[in-house]
């Protein structure tokens, strides 16, 4: 069994290669090549741009990828998703595709949008969405550097953006978002049903969703007096129940969790005054529920 795996090309490749190395699967080859290698025999990986994989995949010349909703959305591809994966180039967030104008244009919202001239990749969305809102507005196909073409060639954008930074360089103003995206794991449908393929995608899931999550988790371990226990484990907010074990002194316990690490700064000196000490943080590879 050989599952043909497309990873995307692009602004997305190194997230991705990353992600799966965290997964535990290493990846090799010549920054040019598309045909890279893994430590999988089972797998084959080539590189493809993202706004073609949905494609490939549905057709079976590819059995799984890793790419946009929006292409999927965009090509109307009948495949499997088999999970959103939420991460992009610069960090685990979806990213939003906005109607844009330049800061002095009149339009404050999509409706004003009618008999004017939108530029964008994603045309079948956003033809979409602009038939939903009952506006008659010319769509149009651009091949790049669309940020560049209001007010001249075109009065308004619908673009890709994480941070809207782009956008504000090119004297842009955001007027509403069109579409929200995150990566998508797919799947050929026929691919899906045999057993052993949809045995080693489900596999893959399970160790991209882990590593992910270990992204924003930590661990922490600490000592504990037993009379400080119920003091200490109300300041904590487990992802599950914390691990509590006995130590050598029969008066302490060792208590060990996985937390938010946004809440780590908040909640280490709060357990020091609470009476824990050896408190130790650490990064986790993976966290699989």
Known sequence: ML????????SLKESTVALMKKAGYVITG????????????????????????????ESGDLDAGL???????????????????????????????VLAVPENSP???VRDLSGKRVATELVNVVKDYLRKKKVKAEVEFSWGATEAKPPRLADAVVELTETGSSLRANKL??????FSSTTLLIANRQAWKNQKKREKIENL????????????????????RKTDLEKILSL????????????????????ETI???????????????????????????????
Not at 209 to 219: N, R, S
């Open 173 to 178: 103003r955001i007027v509403e978002t069109i």
């Open 236 to 255: 904590i907010p487990a992802l599950l129940k914390p691990t509590i074990a006995g130590l050598t002194d029969g008066q302490w316990l060792d208590v």
């Open 107 to 109: 339009v404050r919202s």
């Open 3 to 10: 599952l043909k795996l497309a990873l995307p090309a692009g």
């Open 30 to 57: 010549s920054a040019r090549s598309y045909y890279p290698e893994i430590d999988d025999p089972e797998i084959q990986l080539m590189l493809v741009r993202a706004q073609e994989i949905p494609r490939y995949v």
């Open 259 to 289: 937390i938010d690490e946004k809440v780590v700064r908040d909640i280490i000196p709060k357990l020091k005054s609470a009476g824990a000490q050896g408190i130790i943080e650490y990064p986790l590879n993976k966290v699989v529920v």
């Open 67 to 97: 790419t946009g909703a929006d292409w999927t959305a965009e090509n109307g591809s009948r495949v499997h998703k088999v999970s959103e994966l939420i991460y992009a180039k610069q960090g685990l967030r979806p990213v939003r595709w």
């Open 205 to 224: 899931n399970i160790l991209l969703q882990g590593a992910l999550l270990a992204e924003v988790k930590v661990g922490l371990k600490m000592n504990v």
